[in-house]
């Protein structure tokens, strides 16, 4: 499908169409079991040694014949089944030619296929993909880095329930309407109210004539594309954080 066609499904919420398969985007109704499912999609199959020299599929096929218990293959199903909107459609995974395969409604669908799908839901949802070209140790310690910094600033992560509120005191949407609101455009309309809020109050303090940003960047128009950097805020030291950390504990503590 071309790129554009991508883009406009989208702005709109609309399925893409991959293969025989129409895909849609998950609604926020669905937001806990769809972040339990997605994990069949999110391993990290390059940081094991039976992983590295296999496809994402046949890693899984690996996985489920090793352990009773592992749960991924399930998890692909019901993602599956959530993401194409028939909750009774029936997948068959099996081997052709000692390659993995899986067969929805007599179609038969491959490695590669899977690969595609993958990166559609994700996309499609909103969800990052591990990135392993960067090194599991240093993404790991961007995350902790990330954690700090929260911690530093007081900051608690919002669960879903304040993010909903947040989006209902920004807009005049009710608990019906974000319920059927796709994930990415919840997450979306998130980041566009505090960027609007931001952005409003930048403005005014800038206009009033006793503040000066060194930063120009804090009076981007909040209607401005965003650009997506997971690591961002992160290009400090862990020890520097920690460090930091420290000193503010030892503070409390006089």
Request: net charge neutral; glycine share 4%.
């Amino acid at each position: 499908m071309p790129s554009w066609l991508n883009l406009q499904a989208y702005a709109f919420d609309r399925p893409l169409q991959y293969k025989k398969l129409k895909v849609y985007p998950v609604k926020m109704e669905n937001y806990f079991e769809f972040h339990v499912w997605v994990r069949s999609l999110l391993l990290e199959k390059n940081t094991t040694i039976e992983g590295i020299s296999k496809t994402y599929l046949d890693y899984l096929y690996t996985l489920y014949a090793d352990k009773d218990k592992d749960q991924n293959l399930f998890r692909f199903d019901a993602l599956l089944k959530l993401c194409l909107r028939k909750e009774n459609l029936e997948i068959k995974y099996n081997y052709e030619a000692e390659k993995p395969i899986f067969i929805i409604e007599e179609e038969k669908y491959t490695s590669s296929d899977f690969d595609e799908l993958r990166l559609l839901i994700c996309e499609q949802n909103d969800v990052d993909i591990p990135d392993e070209t960067i090194q599991k140790e240093i993404r790991d310690s961007m995350d902790e880095a990330k954690r700090l910094r929260a911690k530093m600033s007081g900051t608690l992560p919002p669960t879903l329930e304040d993010q909903v509120v947040c989006v209902m005191v920004s807009t005049s949407l009710r608990p019906e309407d974000i319920a059927n609101l796709s994930i990415r455009k919840f997450g979306q309309l998130l980041q566009r109210a505090d960027a609007k809020l931001h952005y409003q109050v930048y403005l005014t303090a800038s206009m009033s004539g006793f503040t000066e940003f060194k930063d120009k960047k804090a009076l981007k128009h909040w209607m401005s594309g965003t650009e997506s950097d997971k690591w961002k805020d992160t290009m400090i030291s862990i020890e520097t954080l920690k460090g930091k950390l420290g000193g503010n504990t030892q503070n409390n503590k006089k």
